[in-house]
């Protein structure tokens, strides 16, 4: 990684339908406290040096992109020649995502922040955290992890706080109080 760029891409995951929320609005675009979900999302990376923004989208994409451009408009007119769209056709999960996303981006060593386009508390600060705490310590990939009391239904990190051992599915996992957040930086996708 190019460690004099200032620069960062950002993709939000945003195809997902939201099929436990019995909703027929796409989950990043319920609101909560008159924001969307993905509006929150927008909001806390606003902040942060960002050369692409990347919205991946699918179900109701329309809606979400107006969702999307309505929010920038009102929030963060500055983002919105960052934006692009892309489209996920298929919803086959979260690695898929990253891959339809992941064309539209400038990959000649900016790093890439991916975040779920639904979690309505990630803090600027924690972003700018991760972010800076990725290129100064010149990882190849850096993840914020989160631990709480019932952590039923996420995934898992397994490892310390400097080694990542393992990534497990709720179903899958190992006693470990560490969930994954889905804030993740990378250099490159292998």
Request: aromatic share 4%; net charge positive; charged share 20%.
């Amino acid at each position: 990684m190019d460690q004099t760029s200032a620069q960062l891409n950002v993709m939000v995951l945003a195809a997902g339908k939201g099929t436990r929320m019995k909703s027929d609005i796409p989950k990043v675009c319920t609101e909560v406290l008159e924001r969307s979900l993905i509006g929150w999302v927008i909001d806390a990376v606003k902040d942060l040096p960002i050369h692409r923004l990347c919205f991946v989208v699918g179900f109701e994409k329309e809606r979400v992109e107006a969702s999307v451009r309505e929010h920038l408009e009102a929030n963060a007119p500055d983002l919105r020649s960052s934006v692009v769209f892309a489209e996920q056709k298929v919803q086959l999960g979260t690695g898929h995502a990253l891959q339809s996303g992941w064309v539209h981006l400038n990959q000649d060593g900016v790093p890439l922040m991916v975040l779920c386009g639904d979690t309505p508390l990630l803090q600027p600060t924690t972003l700018k955290s991760l972010y800076e705490e990725h290129v100064s310590s010149n990882a190849l990939a850096t993840m914020a992890t989160s631990v709480i009391d019932t952590p039923f239904g996420y995934g898992r990190a397994i490892g310390s706080r400097k080694l990542l051992r393992n990534v497990m599915r709720h179903q899958l996992r190992k006693i470990s109080p560490r969930l994954i957040q889905a804030s993740i930086c990378l250099d490159r996708i292998f």
